[in-house]
């Protein structure tokens, strides 16, 4: 069992500094008034269960009062108190030292375990600290009230328990009675909102069957949008198959545009070969004007061709007096060579120098333009041929075929329009072939459709069977006429 050891005691009331050794068994403090004998039991209640409140304890002129409680194990209990300062230190058996701050007007757990005097607890508000008596108190619990003594009573016999459980039961029973009250008034407002639900399974059956018409609704209205869309669709079809026919009318003509059209082409092509021809006779227009300034500039070809023939007879005879003088030369060798010279000399004497070197080189000259000569010549023949071809040229016939070409160019485009428009009719066909069965049958869905409904949807006039059958003998007529326009 602990029991206390040593007290220390600075600044706490009249004790500046005070340390008392206590001894096993009974320890009695003994003195004269006012000498500090209820100071030290305030300073162990002080320290034990952090009462008084405050700092009016800490003794005149000091700024923090100081008390340390050693136990008969070894463990230091210490409590400081000053302006800014409230802490609990405690030193246990092994030496650990913990430190406690800002635990309130109540003792650290760690503490009041370490001392062992534990308070008694009477209920939430009332404490009564069995192990401590204080100066001119009465006997134990003879200065308490009634309440306080049946509490510590029952507190020792265990009957605390027993009044616990009946106070936790009334608790219950005024929670549970609350509860009750607040749950019935809670039904009765619900019972009062659930008055105006009373025909709940009339109105579910009603919803039920508001579903299936919405679900139906939505379905014929499905039906409705597609049906729209077909006539929709067959009204394109009839605009289109109109078109298709206005420009059948326009059309009716195009056996007599295709034979147009092939006098036209056949026009076309002599024009490209007039053209052609027209074009070859400007170029040779300017050929003839060329080789009319060559024929003026040539004009004495003539006379150098008669005198290149003289000179040629002459050059030929020098060759043949060459030849000759060669042979004698040879013949008579050494003997006949001044025979030879002489007779040859008496053959040149006949011969101007002058005129035999400058008929040479006129020669040279002509036999350099001899075949550019002779080119021109044939040149000169097929220009004149064409010359002569081209005198009968018809130049009012181009005139002509230029008209005929503007009017072939104009029919070229529309010929591109037809095929265009040919090539629309036969998908309008194709479509119509593909799609009249499925059309019918839309038709007369719409039609039974139109029939139950009993009035149109769009305007809400009523739809008699006069209607209907008008409605179907229109399109009977549509599918008709495309399917004429198809044999047609």
Not at 104 to 118: L, Q, W
Not at 277 to 297: A, M
Not at 314 to 325: A, D, E, H, K
Not at 364 to 383: C, D, F, H, S, T
């Amino acid at each position: 069992m602990k029991r206390f050891a040593k007290l220390v005691i600075e600044n706490f009331q009249s004790h500046e500094y005070t340390e008392i050794h206590f001894k096993e068994g009974l320890n009695v403090l003994v003195g004269s008034s006012d000498s500090g004998k209820s100071a030290i039991l305030r300073a162990i209640r002080w320290l034990l269960y952090n009462q008084p409140k405050g700092t009016d304890y800490i003794r005149v002129g000091k700024s923090r009062c100081r008390v340390s409680l050693t136990l008969s194990d070894g463990t230091v209990i210490t409590r400081i108190r000053s302006s800014s300062v409230n802490r609990y230190i405690l030193l246990d058996i092994e030496g650990n030292e913990h430190v406690f701050e800002g635990f309130g007007s109540n003792v650290p757990k760690e503490i009041a375990n370490a001392h062992g005097m534990h308070t008694l607890k009477l209920d939430l508000e009332s404490n009564l600290p069995v192990q401590f008596g204080t100066q001119l108190e009465s006997p134990f619990l003879l200065s308490e009230t009634g309440s306080i003594k049946a509490k510590s009573i029952g507190r020792v016999s265990g009957a605390h328990f027993i009044d616990m459980s009946l106070q936790g039961t009334l608790k219950d029973l005024r929670s549970l009675s609350s509860d009750l009250k607040y749950q019935k008034d809670e039904a009765a407002k619900l019972r009062e909102k659930l008055k105006p639900y009373t025909n709940l399974p009339d109105l579910l059956d009603r919803l039920e069957k508001a579903e299936t018409f919405y679900r139906k609704a939505e379905e014929k209205n499905r039906d409705l949008e597609k049906l729209q869309q077909l006539i929709e669709r067959w009204k394109n079809i009839q605009y289109e198959e109109d078109v298709v026919k206005k420009y059948l009318m326009k059309l009716s003509e195009l056996d007599e545009a295709e034979k147009v059209l092939i006098r036209l082409e056949r026009g076309h092509f002599r024009f490209t070969q007039l053209k052609k021809i027209r074009s070859k006779s400007e170029y040779l227009s300017k050929e003839r004007k060329y080789w009319n300034s060559v024929l003026e500039k040539t004009d004495h070809l003539n006379e150098l061709q008669g005198q290149l023939y003289h000179v040629e007879k002459q050059i030929q005879r020098s060759i043949q007096l060459i030849s000759l003088s060669d042979r004698l030369f040879k013949v008579h060798q050494e003997k006949e060579w001044h025979k030879s010279v002489k007779a040859l000399a008496d053959q040149v004497e006949h011969i101007d120098p002058v005129s035999l070197e400058e008929a040479g080189q006129r020669l040279k000259v002509l036999k350099g333009l001899a075949p550019r000569y002779q080119e021109v010549i044939n040149e000169k023949k097929k220009m004149e041929k064409r010359l002569r071809n081209l005198d009968h040229l018809p130049v009012r016939e181009v005139d002509e075929l230029e008209q005929l070409t503007e009017r072939f160019r104009m029919l070229v485009n529309k010929r591109e329009a037809l095929k265009e428009l040919q090539q629309r009719i036969d998908r309008g066909r194709k479509y119509l072939a593909d799609n009249g069965e499925e059309m019918d049958r839309w038709m007369k869905a719409l039609a039974d459709q139109f029939r139950r409904m009993g009035q149109c949807p769009t305007c809400g006039s009523e739809i008699s069977q006069d209607t209907l059958e008008h409605m179907m003998r229109e399109h009977r007529g549509g599918m008709d006429r495309a399917a004429a326009g198809r044999e047609n």
